[in-house]
């Protein structure tokens, strides 16, 4: 009797692994479709003189559409920029889960003042290789619109209160009126998704003369939503 309870015991303990380890797999199912298994899921498409043009290694019809995406917008910047030293490229690309993230970084300091920072943003479902839209991915994370504008503004608060604007005679009225001269809004908003946290980036001119360039390039421009 005693065997019989034993073996039934390790009979159930052994049915709970299996159902564990198939919920696991499931999980973590690597549901990624490479157009070429030999390369990594985001490569250099291009990478020459400060430039640096991501392709993704996915299959889909979503997926052309944003590597032609990327390629339009990084050759708008190339091709009306005659000074390639004026003009730096670059890419950056998470996973996190199911969703992989790609920002384009364009620092164009061929202007009048400070450089030109502009950004954006892909965000792909890895299981059906979709794009994921803004109003989709701000419903994943249960944030608005208004939720986002009042992070913003909270790290413009931020920098302003741990700058010396204020010594130098900017209040926080002159620095959010020149802030509006270059940020439109969440028009100006891309979104990216880091260890399964959501950040934005900001396009606007991060002005040298407010060192604004050196504050936030220490995390790359990204602000956490919080």
Same mark, same amino acid.
Request: proline share 1%; with cysteine; charged share 25%.
């Given at each position: 009797? %005693?065997?019989? %309870?034993?073996?039934?015991?390790?009979?159930?303990?052994? /049915?709970?692994?299996?159902? /564990?380890?198939?919920?696991?797999?499931?999980?973590?199912?690597?549901?990624?479709?490479?157009?070429?298994?030999?390369?990594? /899921?985001? &490569?250099?498409?291009?990478? !020459?003189?400060?430039?640096?043009?991501? $392709?993704?290694?996915?299959?889909?019809?979503?997926?052309?559409?944003?590597?032609?995406? @990327?390629?339009? $917008?990084?050759?708008?910047? @190339?091709?009306?920029?005659?000074?390639?030293?004026?003009?730096?490229?670059?890419?950056?690309?998470?996973?996190?889960? %199911?969703?992989?993230?790609?920002?384009?970084?364009?620092?164009?300091?061929?202007?009048?003042?400070?450089?030109?920072?502009? $950004?954006?943003? &892909?965000?792909?479902?890895?299981?059906?290789?979709?794009?994921?839209?803004?109003? !989709?991915?701000?419903? &994943?994370?249960?944030?608005?619109?208004?939720?986002?504008?009042?992070? @913003?503004?909270? *790290?413009?608060?931020?920098?302003?209160? +741990?700058?010396?604007?204020?010594?130098?005679?900017?209040? *926080?009225?002159?620095?959010?009126?020149?802030?509006?001269?270059? *940020?439109?809004?969440?028009?100006?908003?891309?979104? *990216?998704?880091?260890?399964?946290?959501?950040?934005?980036?900001?396009?606007?001119?991060?002005?040298?003369?407010?060192? !604004? +360039?050196?504050?936030?390039?220490?995390?790359?421009?990204? $602000?956490?939503?919080?």
């Amino acid at each position: 009797m %005693k065997k019989n %309870k034993l073996y039934l015991g390790f009979s159930i303990l052994f /049915i709970i692994i299996i159902i /564990i380890y198939g919920i696991y797999s499931f999980m973590n199912h690597d549901y990624v479709k490479l157009n070429d298994k030999d390369l990594e /899921i985001v &490569y250099d498409a291009y990478n !020459e003189n400060n430039i640096k043009i991501p $392709f993704l290694n996915l299959v889909s019809k979503d997926i052309d559409i944003v590597n032609k995406d @990327i390629k339009d $917008f990084a050759n708008s910047y @190339i091709d009306n920029n005659s000074t390639s030293n004026m003009l730096n490229i670059n890419y950056l690309f998470s996973r996190s889960g %199911k969703i992989l993230s790609v920002v384009i970084i364009c620092i164009n300091s061929d202007t009048l003042g400070s450089p030109d920072m502009m $950004f954006r943003t &892909y965000n792909i479902n890895l299981v059906d290789n979709t794009i994921i839209s803004d109003e !989709e991915l701000l419903d &994943y994370y249960g944030y608005d619109e208004k939720h986002i504008q009042k992070n @913003i503004d909270n *790290y413009f608060l931020d920098y302003y209160n +741990n700058s010396s604007l204020e010594k130098n005679g900017c209040n *926080y009225d002159c620095f959010i009126k020149d802030k509006n001269n270059y *940020y439109n809004g969440l028009d100006d908003v891309s979104y *990216y998704v880091k260890n399964n946290k959501l950040y934005v980036y900001i396009n606007m001119s991060y002005k040298m003369d407010f060192m !604004e +360039n050196n504050y936030y390039s220490k995390n790359n421009y990204m $602000f956490l939503i919080k």
